[in-house]
T-cell receptor, first 110, second 115 residues
Framework: QKEVEQDPGPLSVPEGAIVSLNCTYS??????FMWYRQYSRKGPELLMY????GNKEDGRFTAQVDKSSKYISLFIRDSQPSDSATYLC??????????FGQGTILTVHP | GAGVSQSPRYKVAKRGQDVALRCDPI?????LFWYQQALGQGPEFLTY????????KSGLPSDRFFAERPEGSVSTLKIQRTQQEDSAVYLC?????????????FGSGTRLTVV
């Protein structure tokens, strides 16, 4: 079983929709999680990181961790065509090595 | 520079050829990582440097892969006797330190196609 699993999609939504992206993880000892966004032919860029359980909000983005079910979620409100990208969940080791999920391809159409 | 620079952006190699991929991290960044991203997959860890020291090379898939960072800045990933399964995007990332909350700056990658 992979450390972090992610549904690859693809996911297609109309502009303005609320998007929910999800990952599951295998080890309950994991405490930090990160969400990266990757545009086509670009490297991943950090969107948000979260620690432990609960929600973290940044503008239209909300990251949520549910430790009881080992579930990580990223919600995007009022989605825009510019949000079209691949979204990667990741968990870091103590020195920063990242283990990524497979990535979910999101398309927001006007 | 302002970001992590990787060269070449695209490389086509004939099977059996040796290739060298270059990464110029952000000036002053201590930590440097290489990742391999196959089509439709998330990046997979290859190796980690702190300054010039290679502290983790557990992700290198075979002894045909070799990485170095001799002066603690520019890094080169070398693949000998390339195989078709080596076709992927190779990403370099750097950070001030290997801290989880700093995040990393990734380069745009080198897309390697082995024919």
């Amino acid at each position: 079983q992979k450390e972090v699993e992610q549904d690859p999609g693809p996911l297609s939504v109309p502009e303005g929709a609320i998007v929910s992206l999800n990952c599951t993880y295998s080890n309950s000892a994991f405490q930090y999680f990160m969400w990266y966004r990757q545009y086509s032919r670009k490297g991943p860029e950090l969107l948000m990181y979260t620690y432990s359980s609960g929600n973290k909000e940044d503008g239209r983005f909300t990251a949520q961790v549910d430790k009881s079910s080992k579930y990580i979620s990223l919600f995007i409100r009022d989605s825009q065509p510019s949000d079209s990208a691949t979204y990667l969940c990741a968990r870091p080791t103590s020195y920063g090595k990242l283990t990524f999920g497979q990535g979910t391809i999101l398309t927001v159409h006007p | 520079g302002a970001g992590v620079s990787q060269s070449p952006r695209y490389k086509v190699a004939k099977r059996g050829q040796d290739v060298a991929l270059r990464c110029d991290p952000i000036s002053g960044h201590v930590s440097l990582f290489w990742y391999q991203q196959a089509l439709g997959q998330g990046p997979e860890f290859l190796t980690y440097f702190q300054n010039e020291a290679q502290l983790d090379k557990s992700g290198l898939p075979s002894d045909r892969f070799f990485a170095e960072r001799p002066e603690g800045s520019v890094s080169t990933l070398k693949i000998q006797r390339t195989q078709q399964e080596d076709s992927a995007v190779y990403l370099c990332a750097s950070s001030l330190e290997g801290r989880t909350d700093y995040g990393y700056t990734f380069g745009s990658g080198t897309r390697l196609t082995v024919v």
